[in-house]
């Protein structure tokens, strides 16, 4: 039997499956990764899920939804789009480049 680790989306609401991790990881006395053949998410679950399969623990992807949030995640959608407008972007790389600081040191 194949076990498959399927992490839902939805922004910050993913310091959720992160800290559900942290405490499988705690129960079974070993990494997410290995307690999965399959790692695979969607929007922020994807990025847990990949996380997870490059070796980072969950008590750090968990501490990196803690302390980074403000500058990973949008602000609330009406202050969000005029802010876009002015930017011209639409999504900023800031939970990729968390993720990269982090994996580094």
């Not at 790692?39 to 994807?46: E, K, W």
């Not at 992807?61 to 602000?75: A, C, G, N, Q, T």
């Not at 002015?86 to 990729?96: A, C, E, K, Y």
Request: charged share 25%; net charge positive; hydrophobic share 45%.
């Amino acid at each position: 039997m194949k076990r498959i680790l399927s992490i839902d989306g939805g922004g910050i609401r993913g310091i959720i499956p992160a800290a559900t991790l942290v405490a499988l990881e705690q129960q079974w006395n070993k990494p997410a990764r290995e307690c999965f053949d399959f790692l695979a998410g969607t929007s922020t679950g994807a990025l847990i899920a990949a996380a997870l399969a490059a070796g980072l623990p969950a008590t750090q992807i968990l501490d990196i939804y803690v302390k980074r949030s403000s500058e990973i995640f949008s602000p609330p959608k009406v202050l969000a789009d005029p802010k876009r407008l002015v930017d011209g972007q639409r999504r900023r790389p800031h939970l990729f480049l968390a993720l990269d600081d982090d994996r580094d040191g």
